[in-house]
């Protein structure tokens, strides 16, 4: 594709991932990476999962920000240990998947998205606190 069309076609599949992920609630990488895969046929799974996971680090920052308001209210020791072991499973699925065939590997990711939607009309809904 032309990059004079590239780009804005990228910025648009952008914005649009973004009012999804947000409306829905859904991480962005499951919709940014066949959003890559289609708007850049040549990108490969594994490039189009390093730039969605390099683009959502941007966006986790800015929005947890936004959603608190700048006053964190979180406990930091819980999300130290989060952060901990998202780094180290990061870095280890990016290993273990580079050592795949990319058709296995869109197959893992199709199971778990199927896996996820599933799960979505299953569960009943939580109720996080009640009003009064």
Known sequence: MDPIYLYPALAIVGALVGIVSAALGIGGGTLMVPAFIVVYPEMD????????????????????????????????????????????????????????????VAWIFIALLGFAAMRTFVLAPRIVHAQK
């Open 45 to 104: 799974l594994n490039t189009a999962k390093g730039s969605s996971l390099f683009i959502i680090c941007f966006v986790s920052a800015w929005n947890a920000y936004k959603m608190n308001r700048g006053h964190m209210k979180s406990p930091w020791s819980l999300i130290a240990f989060v952060a901990a072991g998202s780094l180290i499973g990061g870095y280890l699925g990016g290993y273990i998947t580079s050592l795949m065939p990319d058709r296995v």
